[in-house]
T-cell receptor, first 110, second 112 residues
């Protein structure tokens, strides 16, 4: 099925642990992005990519790394998780201003 | 700077009532896109509509309608004859260039 696939759906981390949230799309979209959703704050852009090998920061990039080696994949890395990174994370891809979102990853850092 | 404001944090209506969700945006760019997304309790984001800055025509889709007014920088969303299944959080969003800005959302509860 065409769309944006995020894994895992749920994750609990201990402070200081590292992990990668996976995002893959099969629509050949050039633009992909990561957002975090926190209560009362809507969704905020973390990082985005306009194509393989090109990434840039969004509104809240600190504590997160991204890379884009292929058009299909755009992983989000937390190198040293902090409780402030407890959130729901959404990946999205876009083509000509049509956004498709993944189903989200609920991350808890204890 | 770009900004989207959804002043209504929570709204409750009785089933079959009409309800309007407000959205006010700020941007100095002349080319932009506006969106509405629905987030039901299951958590996924469901695309409802996209409107570009050059198209002020209002749109109706079934019980949903959208009113885009550049003069007031608003993009309001009306649900006619609301149903329990409309209960969700609704997000208005603005896209300018490669950046995407969400409002803080309006939580709609439709009471049977």
């Amino acid at each position: 099925n065409a769309g944006v696939t995020q894994t895992p759906k749920f994750q609990v981390l201990k402070t200081g642990q590292s992990m990668t949230l996976q995002c893959a799309q099969d629509m050949n979209h050039e633009y992909m992005s990561w957002y975090r959703q926190d209560p009362g704050m809507g969704l905020r852009l973390i990082h985005y990519s306009v194509g393989a090998g090109i990434t840039d920061q969004g509104e809240v990039p600190n504590g997160y790394n991204v890379s884009r080696s292929t058009t299909e994949d755009f992983p989000l890395r937390l190198l040293s998780a902090a409780p402030s990174q407890t959130s729901v994370y959404f990946c999205a891809s876009r083509r000509i201003y049509g956004y498709t979102f993944g189903s989200g990853t609920r991350l808890t850092v204890v | 700077a770009q900004k989207v404001t959804q002043a209504q944090t929570e709204i409750s209506v009785v089933e079959k009532e009409d309800v309007t969700l407000d959205c006010v945006y700020e941007t100095r760019d002349t080319t932009y896109y506006l969106f509405w997304y629905k987030q039901p309790p299951s958590g996924e984001l469901v695309f409802l509509i996209r409107r570009n800055s050059f198209d002020e025509q209002n749109e109706i889709s079934g019980r949903y309608s959208w009113n885009f007014q550049k003069s007031t920088s608003s993009f309001n969303f009306t649900i006619t004859a609301s149903q329990v299944v409309d209960s969700a959080v609704y997000f208005c969003a603005l896209s300018v260039g490669n950046q995407f800005y969400f409002g803080t959302g309006t939580s709609l509860t439709v009471i049977p």
